[in-house]
């Protein structure tokens, strides 16, 4: 029994022995003779990939400023087209107030001119002209004030839309920034793995 332990045992050591062996040969192979590891061909690859990858996401960020201050430069000039037609609807509507008031006078006058100097006289013929012509007034002042109103309506409109590219592009800005930082740390792994 004492000798059959002793062979198993020193079986045992030979074949660990073996490994051992094995082992170290192959890490003596994979030096070969330089003392560093070999480089992997593809983490050289990865790095250059990263690197490529960084200046595309740094042009595509410059684009996506130009783009958001172009933007922003729409924005500002939409929110002066909207405050003119502002001002431009709010003096139509003062003109059709004011000729309203002219209008009314104009008939007061009329009704006084009539009843003083007759229906046909020259006086309510002058007061007769003062109407049709303040009413035309009203009309075209009506048609400018709802000419600003559209303008106002396509301003606000075009507003909304070049804030909605703005934010759009300042989602993309983002992304880009993101995308740099995520580039870079691949590329400073793709580094320490290339000098391990």
């Known amino acids: 029994m004492n000798v059959e332990k002793i062979v198993r045992r020193s079986l045992t050591g030979f074949a660990l022995a073996g490994l051992l062996a094995v082992g170290a040969w192959a890490q003596s192979q994979?030096?070969?003779?330089?003392?560093?590891?070999p480089t992997p061909p593809s983490t050289t690859g990865d790095v250059k990939q990263d690197t490529k990858d960084i200046r595309h996401d740094r042009r595509d960020l410059r684009k996506d400023r130009r783009d958001r201050n172009a933007d922003q430069r729409d924005i500002n000039h939409d929110k002066r087209d909207l405050a003119k037609d502002r001002v431009d609807r709010n003096a139509d509507q003062r003109d059709i107030n004011r000729d309203k008031k002219d209008v009314a006078s104009d008939k007061t006058k009329l009704q006084s001119d009539v009843k003083q100097y007759g229906a046909n006289s020259k006086q309510a013929k002058a007061d007769r002209r003062d109407i049709r012509s303040d009413s035309r007034d009203i009309r075209h002042d009506?048609?400018?004030?709802?000419?600003?109103?559209?303008?106002?309506?396509?301003?606000?409109?075009?507003?909304?839309?070049?804030?909605?590219?703005?934010?759009?592009?300042?989602?993309?800005?983002?992304?880009?920034?993101?995308?740099?930082?995520?580039?870079?740390?691949?590329?400073?792994?793709?580094?320490?793995?290339?000098?391990?």
């Open 142 to 196: 009506r048609r400018d004030r709802n000419a600003d109103q559209r303008d106002i309506n396509h301003d606000k409109r075009d507003l909304a839309k070049d804030r909605a590219d703005r934010n759009a592009d300042q989602r993309d800005i983002n992304k880009d920034k993101r995308d740099i930082k995520h580039d870079k740390r691949d590329r400073w792994r793709d580094r320490g793995a290339h000098s391990q």
């Open 30 to 37: 994979g030096g070969s003779g330089s003392g560093t590891p």
